[in-house]
């Protein structure tokens, strides 16, 4: 008896310890239902259980803020109450989750007030005991399908830009590789836009294989490689024998530690300037010519006189290319005046030098193998003081010391009808 009774202790002492185990167990499961109840109930994200028929089980905060309910609203509801989707399509859904035991699917919820909302939904097929249900998290994607909306409408934009500029863009790797063209170069070049992908860009064929060209698009987009932005100017040969001068520069993008990770280069058809500079300058020089000549007229004026006289006054500084001119033109006007005299004035002459006296004698000379006297006045003491100094002959010439002298000298012998004579004169 004392055995059994000993027994019959034991085991109240064990099942005491079974139910302090098992009340421990549930005390733990309920303390990990809680942190999960709780976890549920502060996620951002919205979590819903649904039962097989589609009815709201449960939900927590989230998606009710989500949908714009009260969660005590939302468990008298089904599913199909706020999704978009027709029944059948619901159902669809709800069969394949059953069918592969999870499912991630994009849907449109229906606010209580009315605006869709687009919901990105990962449901799960829930098995406990003979119970089933689909258990489900729901992040709203309304702002990040906004965002990827206007990212998309402005890489439209983009492109277009890029596209449908009037400049040559191309974009290149740090190595100058060509990653893409612009339609202005594609059409312009006749390329599809995908050719030459990859290759260096100085190595295209719309350069023209002129001599040295390579070498400069090279340095050009090394220079910008190594972060620095660089330029020249090169001729692009397109379809139909269409060439255009280019304007080419190199621009480096760089990233938050100054890398170069990709180049810009930009082409300007700079063809219809440079022509206009071209006839801008070819103008301009012709203008230039223009005053040349008309400064020349002007600073050699040759002035007729009745009688046969002519008289050419000398302003300022003499050099060869004046001396030239001035006996081109009084050689000219003798033979067309049919002139008898000539008066050279050189009172405005600062400065005779050796070289100027000899080309003045020899201007006198030529106008009297035409059959004209010349008259030299305006000779000062320090230009005689060269002649002499020198050793200018002036016997052949007359040589008077003003303007005045020598058109009364040369009036004089107008009237007595005399011929130029081989005598020397010096006076007032």
Same mark, same amino acid.
């Given at each position: ?17 079974? +139910? ?19 976890? &549920? ?11 097989? !028929? ?23 509801? !089904? ?6 989707? *027709? ?47 689909? *258990? ?15 990212? +998309?409408?402005?890489? #439209?934009?983009? +492109? ?21 063209? !612009? +339609? ?40 910008? %490689? ?25 621009? /480096? ?30 103008? #301009? ?5 223009? $005053?040349? %000549?008309?400064?020349?007229?002007? *600073?050699?004026?040759?002035?007729? &006189?009745? %009688? ?21 033109? &009084?050689?000219?006007? =003798? =033979? ?23 080309? &003045?004698?020899?201007? %006198? ?15 000062? /003491? ?5 002649? =002499? ?14 303007? $005045? ?14 011929? /130029? ?8």
């Amino acid at each position: 008896m004392a055995t059994d009774h000993d027994s019959i202790e034991r085991l109240r002492v064990e099942n005491a310890g079974l +139910r302090k185990e098992i009340d421990r167990l549930h005390e733990q499961l309920g303390r990990r239902e809680e942190r999960t109840r709780l976890i &549920l109930q502060a996620a951002v994200e919205g979590f819903h259980v649904i039962g097989m !028929n589609g009815e709201i089980l449960d939900c927590n905060p989230s998606f009710a803020s989500i949908v714009g309910y009260e969660r005590s609203e939302l468990l008298t509801m !089904n599913i199909g109450q706020i999704d978009v989707q *027709s029944p059948h399509e619901v159902a669809a859904i709800m069969e394949e989750i059953k069918a592969k035991g999870s499912l991630r699917f994009i849907t449109r919820h229906i606010h209580k007030d009315g605006h869709p909302i687009d919901v990105e939904i990962s449901s799960h097929l829930v098995r406990s005991g003979d119970e089933r249900f689909f *258990s489900a998290f729901s992040r709203p994607l309304t702002e990040q399908l906004r965002r990827e909306q206007a990212l +998309r409408e402005s890489e #439209q934009k983009f +492109r277009a830009i890029f596209d449908e500029t009037s400049m040559f863009i191309s974009l290149l790797t740090p190595k100058g590789e060509l990653l893409e063209c !612009n +339609r202005t170069m594609a059409d312009f070049t006749g390329s599809p836009p995908e050719d030459g992908r990859g290759e260096p860009l100085w190595r295209a064929p719309f350069w023209g294989g002129a001599p040295g060209v390579e070498e400069r698009v090279e340095a050009c987009v090394r220079k910008a %490689a190594s972060g620095t932005p660089s330029s020249c100017e090169l001729e692009i040969h397109g379809t139909g024998g269409r060439v255009a001068t280019l304007d080419l520069k190199m621009k /480096p993008i760089l990233d938050a530690l100054c890398e170069t990770v990709l180049l810009i280069a930009e082409g300007y058809d700079v063809t219809e300037l440079r022509r206009a500079e071209a006839e801008r300058a070819a103008l #301009q020089e012709q203008m230039i010519d223009a $005053q040349e %000549a008309t400064i020349r007229e002007l *600073s050699t004026p040759l002035i007729p &006189l009745d %009688a046969g006289i002519l008289v050419m006054p000398l302003v300022g500084r003499l050099d060869r290319v004046r001396i030239e001119q001035l006996l081109e033109r &009084l050689l000219h006007g =003798v =033979v067309a005046q049919r002139a008898a005299t000539v008066i050279l004035d050189v009172t405005g002459v600062p400065v005779v030098d050796a070289e100027i006296a000899d080309s &003045l004698i020899r201007a %006198a000379q030529a106008v009297k193998l035409l059959g004209a006297e010349v008259i030299l006045t305006g000779v000062g /003491p320090e230009v005689a003081q060269t002649m =002499v100094g020198i050793g200018i002959d002036l016997q052949e010439i007359v040589t008077l010391s003003s303007l $005045q002298s020598g058109l009364h000298h040369a009036l004089g012998r107008s009237r007595r009808g005399s011929r /130029p004579g081989g005598s020397r004169r010096r006076g007032g």
